[in-house]
């Protein structure tokens, strides 16, 4: 059973920075496409970056020069600065065998239950 495990959340000023990270187990084959979702309170689940096994990046344009996804085999991570109080959200990870990056949730099967990110001073 694939697994996804998230850390690195908990509440940060604004101007300052986390880096999260998702881990997963539960798998042999690559899970060759990792995304980052978030969702803030009554708001849907967007979209955030996606990282793909074979090189592929893309990441949500609002977030670019603030945000940047790396990965490593089955770990993929999301350094994030500058934040601002409408970051706050609840951050996900999600993966899929599949290599074609995708920006829409329901293309993913694998979730993890996602980490609290509160931007407050």
């Known amino acids: 059973q694939v697994q996804l495990v998230e850390s690195g959340g908990g509440l940060v000023e604004p101007g300052g920075s986390l880096r999260l990270s998702c881990t997963t187990s539960g798998h042999s084959s690559t899970l060759k496409s990792m995304a980052w979702f978030r969702q803030a309170s009554g708001k849907e689940r967007e979209y955030v970056s996606v990282?793909?096994?074979?090189?592929g990046r893309i990441i949500k344009l609002s977030v670019k020069d603030r945000f940047t996804i790396s990965r490593d085999n089955n770990t993929v991570w999301l350094q994030m600065s500058s934040l601002e109080p409408e970051y706050t959200s609840r951050y996900f990870c999600?993966?899929?065998?599949?290599?074609?990056?995708?920006?829409?949730?329901?293309?993913?099967?694998?979730w993890g239950r996602g980490t609290q990110v509160p931007v407050s001073s």
């Open positions: 999600a993966a899929r065998f599949a290599e074609p990056t995708s920006t829409n949730p329901d293309d993913y099967p694998f």
């Open positions: 990282a793909t096994h074979g090189g």
